[in-house]
DNA sequence: TTACCTGCAAACAGTTTGCAGGCCG
DNA sequence: CGGCCTGCAAACTGTTTGCAGGTAA
């Protein structure tokens, strides 16, 4: 982890930037952190800390870790941005479920190749790519039987 | 085309809503587009065709086509919300441009099947998914060779 | 000292909502 | 006629920007 602070401020201070105690704060709290954030709720972790930092440096210093590549930021619902590691990790697609919003993530060499093949056959040279699966997770797709059933009826009535 | 506007049609009348001139106009400037627009720009169209219409009215007829099945939401830049056609052909992947912007529709069935089977490794019921793959069209890569060269020296300079 | 950094408030873009009047059926 | 529909303006959300004062080096 400190690994990871070190790596933010050798990117900071090689940009000619300062490395001030709310960018350290905001970068430490994004590296603890377990979920993909997004900015307003990394903002919320980081008042914690310390209330005197504004939003406006959170976004500011998110868009720093996203220049120094230690940071990404990805799609998932179609509100806002949520920000995700961009170090020491693979790639990794997302299974997403939309009842619970528990997110799953995975890996899939298989799939990756394909993606490649996909791209070369259209000329593309790929930076990068999204894939969100989205559906129900076990334990809501169990929960939901009994909506599923009601839909059924409601289909047998009408036609 | 038409076809589709009765489809909506009928849609609207089962929901025991209005057939008015406005959802008429909207639903038939969105069938007859061939891009992903958003509802911005299908505002713009609209306005062409009758200039009364406001953009509160295409925000809601989207958001009934959407209801109805007929259209449906993508997420390819990370700004607004592009609405895509959801009748009459198969699912879609998206190649997109981040130079020129061009977007290529796709199907994979391999892939496609790899991600069933994905899912299904972790209990999930798909309903839908998103793969946008992102990168460089072969025009642009061409155009940007220089562009990466000069990278090149920079990194050979610095280290 | 000098340029960068910060928090605040204001601006902004995309979208939604409240409302008074209008139209469909 | 009654409830749905519309356009307008205003509200709202997430994000960015201008600015005056503060801070790192």
Do not use: W
């Amino acid at each position: 982890m400190d690994k990871f602070l070190q790596t933010f401020a050798r990117y900071v201070l090689d940009k000619k930037l300062n490395i001030t105690a709310q960018r350290l704060t905001i970068a430490e709290s994004f590296f603890k952190s377990e979920k993909h954030l997004t900015a307003e709720e990394l903002y919320l972790v980081v008042k914690n800390f310390d209330p005197s930092i504004g939003q406006t440096t959170v976004y500011r210093t998110l868009k720093l870790l996203c220049d120094s590549g230690l940071a990404r930021e990805i799609q998932l619902g179609n509100t806002s941005i949520n920000y995700e590691k961009n170090y020491d990790t693979e790639h990794h697609d997302h299974l997403i479920c939309e009842s619970c919003g528990k997110i799953i993530e995975v890996t899939d060499q298989s799939i990756e190749f394909l993606q490649n093949k996909l791209a070369e056959k259209h000329g593309f040279t790929l930076t990068t790519h999204v894939l969100n699966l989205y559906g129900l997770c076990k334990e809501c797709h169990e929960n939901r039987e009994h909506l599923l059933n009601n839909k059924k009826k409601y289909f047998l009535k009408k036609y």
